[in-house]
């Protein structure tokens, strides 16, 4: 096994990461839209699905419920989500979102097209798939063993 760090799957998975995760933050920030990168995903599922728990949105979001709580409390004191307690049990919080975060949706997608455009130049739709299912692979591998 090679143990050159550049040429471990790991690094190189958590290195494009940082580096995919900082790219969209700066063109946010030259957008001037004041949203984070963790912001924006926490918004995306909340726009698949209005109402999600807290809980579920950091099971979507593959991050740490802490984490999530403190996304969400961000969110609503920008108003663009509240959060309302589940009637089904009181221990959960619902999050919804406000029509505020509308006038910015547009502008975060495009964000991270602009994003996805730079850092996919040069890759066929064939190599995307490809690198998608291996990473799926991987993803679920590591899911599989958190459990």
Request: a positive charge; aromatic letters at 6%.
């Amino acid at each position: 096994m090679d143990h050159n760090l550049e040429n471990i799957v790991n690094h190189r998975i958590s290195t494009l990461a940082v580096l995919m995760k900082r790219q969209v933050f700066n063109i946010i920030a030259r957008k001037e839209l004041k949203i984070t990168p963790d912001q924006w995903v926490v918004l995306y599922f909340l726009w698949q699905e209005n109402g999600l728990s807290i809980g579920e949105l950091a099971k979507r979001a593959k991050k740490d419920f802490a984490n999530v709580t403190r996304i969400v409390e961000k969110l609503v004191k920008m108003d663009y989500v509240t959060k309302k307690k589940s009637e089904k049990d009181s221990r959960v919080c619902n999050v919804f979102l406000q029509p505020k975060v509308e006038a910015i949706k547009n502008d975060i997608q495009n964000c991270w097209k602009e994003a996805s455009d730079v850092a996919l130049k040069g890759v066929t739709q064939s190599e995307q798939k490809q690198l998608t299912d291996i990473l799926i692979k991987i993803e679920n591998n590591i899911l599989l063993d958190l459990e």
